[in-house]
């Protein structure tokens, strides 16, 4: 029998229309366009804004757009996985709330949260998945709605983050093509410097940990950076390496969107010229899972059949990983 591989055959996105720029956050805190530019590399992130609206409603575009572009029906989806950590409610899952907007009714569902190392992890599993030979079309959905866990009186985060989903079809192919290697890693020494505090069962919702906001992001942003900056490059390196990659091997690089100066300290610890590597952060900030395939889907266009692409992800937990993915298909000439 022949090896079974999964492959991405289709990306998009789920982008909110509003454009919250560095001018507009310098009317709420006492910050600057020159400093958040100078020390991060934001210039705008994007704002799911309204009454009532989780990430399963740009999930839910995400996939619309998705079975149209894959020319796939609903019921042939097997599987929805959506890496998020900021699911609409703690249940349901945020998976079934989009299969269920999108007319996908034979697949199972479920959420995973790794934070913003949700899609390398959910690449593991999809393609563990088709690597069973039982799933033929696996929806991974990536991204999270970060406006909902920030606190706007906090300037030292509240720049940092937007909101956006991305979504990939992922099939079997027996080429060799797709996710060919994945390294993951995790350290539990992530627990204080990166956490949301209350509102899990540790810390349940009260009129106390509302009052302390508790319920948005909490980080120690110096010892964040120093781990994200050893830990990508590190796993990087290691992925190419034992891929027999050298950086002129390597097509595209994928990092993480967090800030620009972690992304540049990874380029310059790679070797690989600045050219090679997907850098949107200045248009969509960091928006946790979804930084990645928000990348990927901007730079389709571009893409060539078997392109050597790596992706490389940090985050909460801390949690870190390494993709080797040789892309699929020939993108085409869309206007993003
Ligand atoms: O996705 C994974 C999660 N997070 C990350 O990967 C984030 C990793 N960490 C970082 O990106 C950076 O540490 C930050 C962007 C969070 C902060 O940058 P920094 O260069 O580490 O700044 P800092 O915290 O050392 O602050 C330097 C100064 C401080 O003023 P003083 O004490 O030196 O007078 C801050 O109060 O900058 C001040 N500051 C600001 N000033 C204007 C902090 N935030 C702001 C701001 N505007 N928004």
């Given at each position: 029998m022949k090896q079974l591989n999964g492959v991405i055959t289709g990306i998009t996105t789920g982008l909110p229309d509003y454009i919250l720029t560095n001018e507009e956050l310098s009317t709420i805190v006492d910050t600057s366009d020159e400093w958040i530019m100078t020390?991060?590399?934001?210039?705008e992130r994007r704002i799911l804004k309204g009454?009532?609206?989780?990430?399963s409603v740009l999930g839910t575009q995400a996939v619309d757009e998705l079975l149209v572009k894959t020319n796939?029906?609903?019921?042939?989806?097997?599987v929805v996985v959506f890496a998020t950590t900021?699911?609409?409610?703690?249940?349901?899952s945020a998976a079934s709330m989009v299969a269920e907007n999108c007319g996908i009714k034979n697949a199972f569902c479920f959420d995973m949260e790794v934070a913003c190392s949700g899609f390398v992890f959910g690449l593991e599993v999809c393609n563990s998945f088709i690597k069973t030979g039982k799933y033929k079309k696996i929806i991974l959905l990536a991204g999270d709605k970060m406006s909902s866990i920030t606190?706007?009186?906090d300037r030292t985060t509240c720049p940092l983050f937007g909101d956006a989903v991305g979504a990939v079809m992922i099939e079997p192919t027996?080429?060799?093509?797709?996710?060919l290697d994945v390294e993951l890693h995790s350290d539990g020494i992530g627990y204080e410097p990166l956490?949301?505090?209350?509102?899990?069962?540790?810390?349940?919702?009260s009129y106390e940990t509302v009052e302390r906001r508790e319920h948005t992001v909490q980080q120690d942003g110096q010892v964040v950076f120093r781990h994200a900056v050893s830990r990508m490059a590190e796993v990087s390196l290691s992925i190419m390496d034992r891929n027999n990659l050298a950086p002129e091997d390597v097509d595209w690089l994928v990092p993480h969107q967090a800030n620009i100066r972690i992304i540049d300290a990874t380029i310059q610890r790679t070797?690989?010229?600045?050219?090679?590597v997907m850098i949107n952060i200045e248009k969509y900030g960091n928006t946790s899972a979804g930084t990645i395939p928000v990348c990927l889907w901007e730079w389709e266009p571009k893409l060539r059949k078997g392109d050597n692409i790596i992706l490389t992800a940090f985050g909460a937990g801390f949690s870190w990983g390494s993709v080797y993915l040789k892309w699929g298909y020939d993108g085409e000439n869309q206007v993003k």
């Open positions: 020390r991060v590399g934001i210039k009454e009532a609206q989780g990430i796939t029906r609903p019921e042939e989806v097997d900021t699911p609409d409610h703690p249940f349901p606190d706007y009186t027996d080429e060799v093509l797709g996710i956490q949301m505090k209350a509102g899990g069962s540790k810390y349940p919702a070797g690989l010229p600045r050219e090679k």
